[in-house]
């Protein structure tokens, strides 16, 4: 089993730049979230989904929109790139709400 | 507001002997707390979880965690530890149907 798989692992930007990271899981988990690691800091939330056709805001939201495609797809985008938004992205994934219990391997992104 | 902290950035600790990794927290309900570890460069892998009950929480690979109500901590612990335990450990905590707020986490060095 794949678990959670995210695409790309490496991605290197320009300021302004746009981008999709993709996220899929094959786990029928209803809900589904987007976190970034930055360095010294625990995980934050980006944004979820609780369940298939509903998404929310997190704690940190701004410069990012998300789209909850079907069941197993959740994708973040990066509408116009900014150096603050250089970070590991994290999507994850859970059969009830609030508790993610698989995560990817992570995106790894750099905006220069 | 909700929070969790992690007084230790790095524990060493010879292999075989005791481990403890520290978390305390501060909610303003009845806290559902979590430990979570990461391997390098991948995602999360939950470890254990409190919601109610027995105030000695086991998990996976013989981790186990102690939930004190009057210290406001949940400490993860095991017995004996190995080397492979070496990670990055991660505390975390939610009340009610909010989202999880994570701890700046404990690298953990188990020492041959």
């Known amino acids: 089993n794949a678990g959670v798989t995210q695409t790309p692992k490496f991605q290197v930007l320009k300021t302004g730049q746009s981008m999709t990271l993709q996220c899929a899981q094959d786990?029928?988990?209803?809900?589904m979230y987007w976190y970034r690691q930055d360095p010294g800091m625990g995980l934050r939330l980006i944004y979820y989904s609780a369940s298939e056709g509903t998404t929310d805001k997190g704690e940190v939201p701004n410069g990012y929109n998300v789209s909850r495609l079907n069941k197993r797809e959740f994708s973040l985008r990066l509408e116009s790139a900014a150096p603050s938004q250089t970070s590991v992205y994290f999507c994850?994934?859970?059969?009830?709400?609030?508790?993610?219990?698989?995560f990817g391997d992570g995106t790894r992104l750099s905006i220069l | 507001a909700q929070s969790v902290a992690q007084p230790e950035d790095q524990v060493n600790v010879a292999e075989g002997n005791p481990l403890t990794v520290k978390c305390t927290y501060s909610v303003s309900g009845n806290p559902y707390l979590f430990w979570y570890v990461q391997y390098p460069n991948r995602g999360l892998q939950f470890l254990l979880k409190?919601?109610?009950?027995?105030?000695l929480v086991k998990g996976s690979y013989g981790f186990e965690a102690e939930f004190n109500k009057s210290q406001t901590s949940f400490h993860l612990k095991k017995p004996s530890a190995l080397v492979s335990d070496s990670a990055l450990y991660f505390c975390a905590v939610r009340t009610g149907a909010n989202n999880l707020f994570f701890g700046t986490g404990t690298r953990l060095t188990v020492i041959p």
């Open positions: 994850a994934s859970s059969d009830a709400f609030g508790q993610p219990q698989h």
């Open positions: 786990m029928n988990h209803n809900s």
């Open positions: 409190y919601i109610t009950g027995d105030n």
